[in-house]
């Protein structure tokens, strides 16, 4: 299951230039590809050390490791939402995606303008979240004009559907976006089907200078402020500094300016870890001669469900699942030896798959 996610922010924020660092992340590791589905989109490995780990033990023909597609979505302006600049393409290509990366410029910089005249992070998030909310809004007051006369029937199902369109209506009326409502178990299902662009999870991606990649900034820490608030994450990147990152093909070289600036990793790496855990996905690994791979599964998955991101014939004749722990794996060094010390389980329908597990189904169909 391949990940989605739009990168968002007002012009001028460092939203094109991080897209072209990821555009360029091949040049910082081996296992990290990428390739361009179209001009404004590509398709990255989730980094994942795990995953060299096993190469290095198995030695397999071929590695597979998970993605994440990464969407530079261009057009918003200030009225997106009734269509003005390229906002009905803009919105459009949002609702497509997975997670929001909203990327806010953090930093002051004469030569670089600013659309309002200023920096100022706060009012720009709150720019393009009025024009998600608008747009949701009239998402909503539609869907519920359309089940109104049903709901007036007496029709229970019309009736629960269009008490949560009004309930969904009043909070984003409030400048409230979607994703901050508390929902019953029956109303999941009816804000998955909405569809709307505020109930998407975001991660608010703070743009600053070389000095502040370690440790932000006056910026940074309003940001963190308004997104604690909203119970969303909050990361650090030099967009600018990531495009010198990227063009170091030598790993030496790279590490030295990494130590440099105070950074272990790239931000673009860790950018693409945290996008990955946005949606609580984790990953479990298939190990063999043949291939090493890396599959994605949504977080407290069964055994079966996991099975069906390889094939839904997998789920359906679902027998049995042979488990290894990761770290068993790499500390006994092949299958045979974690067999012989007793650790690897046999696991029915009830078992819930965890981070790393090494996995190998059985199945009849």
Not at 101 to 106: D, I, P, W, Y
Not at 234 to 243: D, P, R
Not at 260 to 285: C, H, M, N, R, W
Not at 307 to 325: C, L, N, S, W
């Amino acid at each position: 299951m391949a990940l989605k996610c739009g990168i968002v922010g007002l012009p001028n924020v460092g939203k094109s230039t991080l897209f072209n660092c990821l555009s360029n992340a091949k040049a910082q590791s081996a296992n990290f590809p990428f390739c361009t589905i179209e001009p404004n989109v590509g398709v990255i490995t989730v980094p994942d050390p795990r995953l060299e780990a096993l190469t290095n033990i198995v030695k397999p023909q071929n590695v597979v490791p998970t993605t994440v597609e990464i969407v530079d979505i261009a057009g918003l302006v200030k009225g997106a939402s009734k269509g003005e600049g390229l906002g009905n393409k803009f919105l459009g290509n949002i609702r497509e995606t997975d997670a929001i990366l909203h990327v806010l410029r953090c930093f002051d910089d004469g030569n670089v303008v600013h659309v309002d005249g200023s920096v100022d992070p706060i009012r720009d998030k709150e720019v393009i979240d009025m024009e998600l909310q608008l747009k949701d809004l009239e998402t909503v007051e539609s869907r519920a004009l359309k089940i109104k006369k049903v709901a007036a029937t007496g029709d229970k199902d019309a009736s629960k559907a269009y008490g949560f369109y009004e309930k969904v209506q009043g909070v984003l009326s409030e400048g409230k976006s979607a994703r901050a409502m508390t929902l019953e178990e029956h109303e999941e299902p009816l804000m998955k089907d909405l569809q709307l662009l505020t109930a998407k999870p975001v991660l608010y991606v703070c743009n600053v200078e070389e000095s502040a990649v370690v440790n932000g900034n006056n910026h940074v820490e309003r940001v963190k402020v308004v997104a604690e608030a909203e119970g969303a994450t909050v990361m650090i990147i030099g967009a600018a500094i990531e495009a010198d990152i990227a063009e170091l093909e030598d790993p030496e070289e790279r590490a030295l300016f990494l130590e440099d600036i105070g950074l272990s990793e790239p931000g673009v790496a860790q950018l693409i870890q945290k996008a990955y855990q946005l949606l609580q996905l984790q990953t479990y690994f298939t190990a063999g001669e043949k291939e090493v791979r890396a599959w994605t599964f949504p977080m407290g998955a069964t055994a079966p469900q996991a099975a069906g991101v390889i094939h839904t014939d997998f789920q359906k004749g679902f027998i049995r699942a042979e488990v290894m722990a990761y770290d068993d794996f790499v500390s006994m060094g092949s299958e045979a030896a974690v067999k012989e010390a007793g650790k690897l389980s046999i696991e029915g329908k009830e078992y819930i798959v965890q981070d790393g597990d090494i996995m190998h189904f059985r199945f009849n169909v």
